[in-house]
């Protein structure tokens, strides 16, 4: 019988003009963005604006903080109602959690992506004021109709692109239809620094607010896309200085990796690619169908199993021949796999839909330590099992 034995948790080693430039950073003894001049975080922050035609990045200390930094600038206080998808990975809730809001749970898809008539339900009956709308495992919503309700309720749309970074809906990147886009940096998303995250916006008084946010010692105009003085005149001190800046030695990593992002979106695809064409031809599997206007990244890939109760058995066969699957319609959470009724600090929420969609949802990482023939062999075993298990 065919088996599988390479990692599915194997990165690849960071290019090697990020570690010379990241051995310069530690010779230098300067760590600290603001102590640097030149700065590798301002020169990140530079080319990740034009890399996604942002008039200001703000490279901060993870993911996690780049969303509660959104959500303080633009005003979510204590109690208030933020929506966000109910499929989602957990420090999504965790941020709005963090800055004492309350998650309004929306409503997913069998592709994946929001339920927007349940958004514009939930807009109305909780008088939300802000989205944090999840690209969830890569999956984009269609971004014109989303806009559409949000702009027309007043709801502020900041986007969370942990899985989309590299992506785009009708030729526009993820991260730039709503106010604010946030990125992660951390080890298994689209570019690796350990830990790191990196938000854009537009709007330059956000971008001001975030940067005062993050914590500058009065050095704020060295941000790498600072906006003019008497942006920062009207918001220097009006924000509390809520610690989480990106440090000289992660943005000299990162630098090569956000250049390389293009080349490696389509080492991704093509694995995608691979995986999805094997997976098609496995019974009781479906792969999920993705829009023309969605210029996705194949990061991972998702498939639904028509009978969740068989799930199980499919999982244990697949990892007995080196496959590894993530099963979001477990009881416990496994991974990276909880899902809303895992969320304990939240008030229960009613999600139907989104319970019928993860009940039998299949997760797997693509890494790109894997090739070609790798994913054509997961594919087999894939289809082998499935046969077995599934069908
Ligand atoms: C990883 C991740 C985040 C947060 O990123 P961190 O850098 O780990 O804080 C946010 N949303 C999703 C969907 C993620 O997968």
Redesign the pocket.
């Known amino acids: 019988m065919e088996r599988f034995d390479k990692s599915f948790t194997r990165q690849e080693p960071i290019p090697e003009a990020g570690i010379a430039a990241a051995v310069d950073v530690m010779r230098s003894g300067v760590l600290h963005r603001y102590g640097a001049e030149p700065s590798q975080v301002a020169a990140l922050e530079a080319e990740f604006a034009a890399q996604t035609g942002a008039a200001h990045c703000i490279a901060v200390a993870?993911?996690?903080?780049a969303?509660g930094c959104a959500l303080r600038a633009l005003g979510a206080a204590p109690g208030d109602p933020v929506l966000t998808n109910a499929f989602?990975?957990a420090?999504?809730p965790g941020a709005i959690a963090a800055v004492g809001a309350e998650p309004v749970l929306v409503e997913t898809t069998e592709n994946l992506v929001l339920d927007l008539d349940d958004l514009a339900e939930r807009i109305a009956a909780s008088r939300a004021r802000v989205l944090m709308l999840?690209h969830?495992r890569g999956h984009i919503v269609d971004m014109e109709a989303l806009m559409a309700i949000c702009d027309a309720a007043g709801v502020a749309v900041v986007e969370?692109c942990?899985?989309t970074m590299g992506a785009a809906w009708n030729g526009v990147p993820s991260g730039r239809w709503g106010a604010v886009g946030c990125y992660?940096?951390?080890t298994y998303?689209h570019v690796n620094s350990g830990?790191g995250?990196l938000i854009v916006t537009d709007d330059a008084d956000l971008a001001a607010r975030m940067i005062l946010l993050s914590g500058s010692y009065m050095l704020y105009d060295r941000n790498g896309t600072a906006p003019d003085a008497e942006v920062f005149a009207r918001h220097a001190g009006t924000v509390p200085n809520v610690s989480g800046r990106m440090d000289e030695l992660r943005a000299a990593i990162l630098r090569p990796q956000i250049a390389d992002l293009p080349r490696q979106v389509e080492r991704w695809n093509a694995r995608y690619r691979v995986l999805e064409d094997g997976f098609r031809a496995a019974p009781g599997l479906a792969v999920i169908a993705r829009p023309q206007a969605e210029a996705y990244v194949g990061s991972s890939i998702q498939t639904i199993a028509s009978d969740p109760a068989r799930v199980p058995s499919f999982v244990a066969g697949c990892a007995a021949r080196g496959v590894e699957w993530k099963w979001f319609g477990a009881e416990r959470a496994v991974g990276f796999t909880s899902a809303h009724r895992h969320w304990g600090y939240l008030a229960p929420q009613r999600l139907p839909r989104t319970d019928a969609a993860l009940a039998g949802l299949l997760d797997m990482r693509v890494p790109l330590t894997f090739d070609l023939d790798d994913c054509a062999r997961i594919g087999r075993i894939v289809a082998d099992e499935a046969a077995r298990h599934l069908a």
């Open positions: 993870s993911g996690g903080y969303m989602t990975l420090p999504v999840s969830m969370d942990a899985h992660s940096c951390q998303k830990e995250g």
